[in-house]
């Protein structure tokens, strides 16, 4: 079983930044796919970006330029700096880890930004 907690949401002006932090109970992050998708209200779960095998990178079009994923393996932990956010960036934010046949989300943390 592996347990991710999301931390680093809040409220945030436009043009702010924000570092979402996403901490594993387990190291897990060097293996398998791991990444932040969001949620904005009414709306289907997006994805934001990923990391897969802790090497090669992906970004949605929307964050391309903005938002950067991470890892630290020592620190079992996962982050997403955001920068140059928008109030279209509003939405919950969640962390998966995915690998084989494990799928695990975090609880999802949320991010407002404000105009």
């Known amino acids: 079983q592996v347990q991710l907690v999301e931390s680093g949401g809040g409220l945030v002006q436009a043009g702010g930044s924000l570092r979402l932090s996403c901490a594993a109970s387990?190291?897990?992050?060097?293996?398998?796919?791991m990444g932040w998708y969001r949620q904005a209200p009414g709306k289907q779960r997006d994805l934001v970006a990923t990391?897969?095998?802790?090497?090669?990178?992906n970004y949605a079009d929307l964050v391309k330029g903005r938002f950067t994923i991470s890892r630290d393996n020592a620190e079992n932990t996962m982050y997403l700096q955001m920068d140059s956010l928008q109030p279209e960036d509003t939405a919950v934010y969640f962390c998966?880890?995915?690998?084989?046949?494990?799928?695990?989300w975090g609880q999802g943390t949320q991010v407002t930004v404000s105009s």
């Open positions: 998966n880890w995915r690998y084989k046949n494990w799928d695990y």
């Open positions: 387990r190291s897990i992050f060097s293996v398998g796919t």
């Open positions: 990391i897969i095998n802790g090497v090669t990178t």
